[in-house]
């Protein structure tokens, strides 16, 4: 009978406490440490400012190594030749043909990566064809093709990644 009673006086102290203590009064002096963990949390419902300094700290990783720039060279190439805009320190066709261009820079790019496309320096169309670039000594060697695939002087457009 006495476990019975106290059952009953637990679960109705229980309930009154659910009924009248005024919404948001348990705050984190009412909580014990520990008390509280990720079960009883809605997902995306905790923002960084809710955060401790010390928490945040914590979910800092390693600062990376400082990246370099991921194009170390460029130039715009007209059809003639000539050198428009860019770094390179020189250019120009190479003794051979139409189509044929050999683009210079300060230092030696053989190690490295090349991109080329048609395209003009002005926003004027460039007609259909393709380009292709390879190492030359140091330079690189570019060379345009029309759409049928024979050598044509188009402009171009040359990235070198180093």
């Known amino acids: 009978m006495a476990a019975t009673v106290a ?3 637990a679960l109705g102290g229980t309930s009154y406490a659910a009924f009248t203590l005024p919404r948001d009064s ?3 002096k009412q909580i014990r ?3 509280v963990d990720s079960r009883h949390i809605e997902n995306r419902s905790i923002r960084l400012g809710d955060l401790g300094t010390s928490a945040k ?3 800092r990783g ?4 400082a990246g370099m720039p ?3 060279f460029f130039a715009v190439v007209a059809a003639s030749g000539g050198l428009l805009r860019g770094n390179a320190t020189s250019g ?5 043909g139409s189509g044929d261009y050999t683009v210079g820079f300060a230092k030696d790019v053989s190690a490295c990566a090349y991109s080329a496309t048609l395209g003009s ?3 004027t169309a460039v007609t259909p064809g393709h380009v292709t670039v390879t190492s030359a000594g140091g330079s690189v060697r570019v060379q345009t093709y029309d759409a049928a695939g024979s050598p044509a002087d188009l402009p171009f457009h040359l990235l070198v990644a180093c």
């Open 121 to 123: 320096a002005d926003g």
């Open 33 to 35: 440490t520990g008390a």
């Open 62 to 65: 390693q600062r990376g190594p």
């Open 92 to 96: 120009g066709h190479t003794v051979g």
């Open 70 to 72: 991921a194009v170390s």
């Open 26 to 28: 348990v705050g984190p």
């Open 7 to 9: 059952l009953l006086l």
């Open 57 to 59: 700290r914590s979910l």
